[in-house]
């Protein structure tokens, strides 16, 4: 097995570069193996994504099927194939195997020829207890990220159960922190590794998404915007679309603030604010650049400042600015404007429909979850150990 501490030499070979041994040529591509449910999948899971590619060269992402995921945790919000596209349209994975067993054994990891496995450092448990990862994790096969905070699945589904229009400033609501218990708290208090906390924007984090790529001679510079809101299988297939537009394409993305998107959505939208939606869209390998707080009309200016060979928007509804006016009537006076028909009619509020009409299956799958995840920390605990030591946890 290739160590961590030669992939940066391995890359250096692979490129032809001085590595100080002519060994290292010889070495084969670190291929790294994540596996998941990846249900509703949002910057964190990209986040996991990210830092696992960068252990290795190559990422392999096994997604569980519907059925083994309502065996162990209960029933997924998406289908089996939409999970399939989403993880295969983050920029980091280069392969996917779908219908991937729920416990990760070494037989897994050299069936696909994976040096190692990666998972976060929260705790994955089956229907029995028993740590998914134990087998890999013997035989330090194993290797650990941080969890992002501030977002999970649990925390969504909160958002969109909670019909207010602050929810994701709500941290301090005495209603939000009700129904965070409600969902995620079993009866012996909450686990360590599932619950709510506050997710904080910054600089170091969009630089790690952002690819950074100008646009070059004989790109075909592609404009589209919206909110993007719990970023999803229907946008995946609309920003595809785009994407095919040109040969070589380059996708911008202009995401309005959340009161724009507030004033032509209502509700309680945008479930997931400007910062979230900007990770989550960063992470689609269709995208190369965003525009944070783009202004709702594309107007002359923005067009000119990108260079804008082309405007895209998709079947959905076009709300008229704050004045009236059509925010598509400067592309559309120059001839630059393109409405595409992804195939794909999911939007945000279906997402929230179904999640409402779930309501307590979803309740009880998470209260399961965290009463599994308890009885493991009060073991710890017992034992004098810390969160810090669940990796150590199967070896015992």
């Not at 696992?52 to 997604?63: P, Q, S, T």
Request: aromatic residues 8%; charged residues 25%; glycine residues 8%.
């Amino acid at each position: 097995m290739i160590k961590n501490g030669h992939h940066a030499a391995d890359r250096e070979a692979e490129r032809g570069e001085p590595t100080g041994g002519s060994d290292l040529d010889q070495r084969s591509v670190v291929r790294v193996w994540c596996d998941g449910c990846y249900d509703m999948v949002h910057y964190g899971h990209s986040n996991q994504l990210r830092q696992a590619k960068a252990m290795g060269d190559y990422l392999v992402v096994g997604v569980h099927t519907d059925a083994e995921i309502s065996r162990h945790k209960g029933p997924p919000v998406f289908t089996q194939a939409e999970r399939y596209k989403m993880v295969r349209a983050i920029k980091w994975v280069d392969e996917i195997v779908e219908g991937a067993p729920y416990v990760t054994t070494l037989q897994t990891l050299d069936q696909f020829n994976c040096d190692f496995c990666v998972h976060g450092d929260d705790i994955t448990l089956t229907v029995d207890g028993e740590d998914t990862y134990a087998e890999v994790k013997r035989e330090q096969r194993y290797r650990e990220c941080k969890r992002t905070q501030g977002v999970s699945t649990t925390d969504l589904v909160g958002r969109m159960l909670l019909m207010t229009k602050t929810h994701h400033s709500n941290m301090d609501n005495p209603d939000y922190l009700q129904h965070t218990d409600n969902f995620g708290k079993g009866p012996k208090g909450h686990s360590p590794w599932t619950g709510v906390s506050q997710f904080l924007q910054t600089s170091q984090k969009i630089i790690q998404f952002a690819s950074g790529k100008e646009p070059q001679a004989g790109d075909t510079i592609i404009y589209v915007a919206g909110a993007f809101d719990l970023f999803h299988i229907g946008h995946v297939d609309f920003l595809e679309k785009v994407y095919n537009q040109a040969e070589k394409p380059y996708v911008i993305v202009g995401l309005h603030f959340d009161q724009e998107v507030n004033r032509y959505k209502g509700k309680n939208y945008p479930i997931m604010n400007v910062h979230e939606r900007t990770l989550s869209v960063l992470a689609c390998r269709y995208v190369s650049e965003v525009v944070i707080g783009a202004p709702y009309a594309v107007g002359r200016d923005l067009l000119d400042h990108f260079k804008v060979d082309l405007v895209c928007h998709g079947k959905t509804e076009v709300f008229p600015d704050k004045d009236g006016s059509d925010p598509y009537a400067e592309p559309k006076k120059r001839g630059v404007f393109r409405t595409l028909d992804s195939d794909n009619g999911l939007t945000t509020d279906d997402i929230v429909q179904r999640i409402i009409e779930n309501r307590l299956l979803f309740e009880a799958r998470n209260q399961k979850k965290e009463a599994k995840e308890m009885a493991v920390f009060e073991a710890m605990k017992s034992r004098g150990e810390t969160t810090e030591d669940a990796a150590k946890l199967a070896s015992q």
